[in-house]
């Protein structure tokens, strides 16, 4: 059971290029969940999913899209990158209802 | 906008004291978690309570909440090396409705010293 997990680890992009995040999960979560943290912050929610094929919009969603084609994966795009950009991203998951979330280890990116 | 501001936002004590991090909020709330991330790591959940809680214990964690102070209080006793992390609140707001959206503060860095 290898709980939450993402890929990849670490990233390095030019402004402009694009990417693509992978997290999945092998706890057949309804609810998962996309943020970042940036330094001396807390999580900012950029988008979420309360199940196969639904997305909706965070706090922080611009720059940002998403995909919840299969249960167990949520994907997050970014078009063109940009410096702004740079954060730790984490990937999330949770029951339906009410709990705690799972995490996974976190995706370094950095744009230059 | 944070939801949620700890304080202190850093605590440093020796091992074996006690280290209790505080949470206050501003909108109604279904529950309040704690979570700890160690350096470099993804966040682990510690503990959740909710609204109509009080007070929860998990092992050395004792979590108090304030409704109408909108507070919230960790308390870890007997504190170890291990321990050294940060600590951060999450609501779960009433407003997110069955989203079950979590809001975070900015956490509190704990440091204990050996």
């Known amino acids: 059971n290898a709980g939450v997990t993402q890929t990849p680890k670490f990233r390095v992009l030019k402004t402009g290029q694009s990417m693509t995040l992978l997290c999945a999960q092998d706890?057949?979560?309804?609810?998962m969940y996309w943020y970042r943290q940036d330094p001396g912050m807390g999580l900012r929610l950029i988008h979420y999913?309360?199940?196969?094929?639904?997305?909706a919009k965070g706090e922080v969603p611009d720059g940002y899209n998403v995909s919840r084609l299969k249960k167990q994966n949520f994907l997050l795009g970014l078009e063109s990158a940009a410096p702004s950009q740079t954060s730790v991203y984490f990937c999330?998951?949770?029951?339906?209802?009410?709990?705690?979330?799972?995490f996974g280890p976190g995706t370094r990116l950095t744009v230059l | 906008s944070q939801q949620g501001e700890e304080d202190p936002q850093a605590l440093s004590i020796q091992e074996g004291e006690n280290a209790t991090m505080n949470c206050s909020y501003k909108?109604?709330?279904?529950?309040l978690q704690w979570y700890r991330q160690n350096s470099g790591r993804g966040l682990v959940h510690l503990i959740l309570?909710?609204?109509?809680?009080r007070e929860k214990h998990s092992g050395r964690l004792r979590v108090t909440l304030d409704t109408s102070k909108k507070s919230s209080s960790l308390l870890i006793t007997a504190s170890r090396a291990a321990d050294t992390a940060s600590y951060f609140c999450?609501?779960?707001?009433?407003?997110?409705?069955?989203?079950?959206?979590?809001?975070f503060g900015s956490g509190t860095q704990l440091t204990v010293l050996p």
């Open positions: 909108t109604s709330i279904n529950n």
């Open positions: 706890m057949n979560h309804e609810y």
């Open positions: 999913s309360v199940g196969e094929g639904t997305t």
């Open positions: 309570i909710r609204s109509n809680e």
């Open positions: 999330a998951s949770s029951f339906v209802g009410s709990g705690g979330q799972f």
């Open positions: 999450a609501t779960d707001q009433i407003s997110s409705g069955s989203a079950r959206q979590l809001t």
